[in-house]
């Protein structure tokens, strides 16, 4: 089955303790990103790939980091939660931009930092 | 930069009538594309629908179909014959067309309830 896969669900974890958000995706997508989803803001891109080591800053990047050492794979970072980063967080994926379609999102991680 | 604007924080139909939720988005380019999604309590974002912005024709998926006014840069989602599986929050969302096209700007969601 095509699918974004991302763990953990739900993680509750203390300011400053670093932390890392799986996500993968085996439809051989060039494009993965990351967004967050609060409240009347609808969902702010994070960071995103373009392929393979290509990656850059979404709307939102302070205090997340991200690698993409393989095409699947789309890790989310923080390496000094606050209780500000407190939010539901989604991986995506898509083919490359010149497909009409939207992203496939995995099913979302809601993070909460005490 | 684009925006994307959803003014109804939430909207009320009676199971098999008929709801529209409005969208309105800004941008100063041509080529782009929108979206609906759909987020149900399980919080799964589900594509409902999707337009090309050089298409005139408004997109249309079952029940669900848009009106795509590219002029006044509005693009609204009607749901026919609603039913008990629509109520959800729906987002609203732009892509830009080419090779910059890696982000979706969404709007702030509009939640739909349903009643019996």
């Known amino acids: 089955e095509a699918q974004v896969t991302q763990n953990p669900r739900y993680l509750i974890t203390v300011t400053g303790k670093k932390l890392t958000v799986t996500c993968s995706q085996n439809?051989?997508?060039?494009?993965m990103s990351w967004y967050r989803q609060d409240p009347g803001l609808g969902l702010r891109q994070i960071y995103y790939s373009m392929n393979v080591e290509v990656t850059d800053k979404g709307d939102v990047p302070e205090g997340y980091k991200v690698s993409r050492k393989e095409k699947r794979n789309f890790p989310l970072i923080l390496e000094s939660p606050s209780p500000n980063q407190t939010s539901l967080y989604f991986c995506?994926?898509?083919?490359?931009?010149?497909?009409?379609?939207?992203?496939?999102f995995g099913s979302g991680t809601r993070l909460t930092v005490v | 930069a684009q925006t994307v604007t959803q003014s109804q924080p939430e909207m009320s139909v009676q199971e098999a009538e008929t709801v529209t939720l409005s969208c309105t988005y800004d941008?100063?380019?041509?080529?782009?594309?929108l979206f609906w999604y759909k987020q149900p309590p399980s919080r799964q974002m589900i594509l409902v629908i999707r337009?090309?912005?050089?298409?005139?024709q408004n997109a249309t998926e079952n029940r669900f179909s848009v009106n795509f006014q590219k002029a006044a840069k509005s693009f609204s989602l009607k749901i026919s014959d609603s039913q008990l599986g629509d109520a959800a929050m729906y987002f609203c969302?732009?892509?830009?067309?080419?090779?910059?096209?890696?982000?979706?700007?969404f709007g702030g969601g509009t939640r739909v309830l349903v009643k019996p």
């Open positions: 337009q090309e912005a050089y298409k005139q």
């Open positions: 941008t100063s380019e041509s080529d782009y594309y």
């Open positions: 439809m051989n997508h060039e494009y």
């Open positions: 969302a732009y892509r830009l067309g080419g090779a910059a096209g890696n982000k979706l700007t």
């Open positions: 995506a994926s898509s083919f490359n931009a010149a497909q009409n379609y939207g992203y496939t």
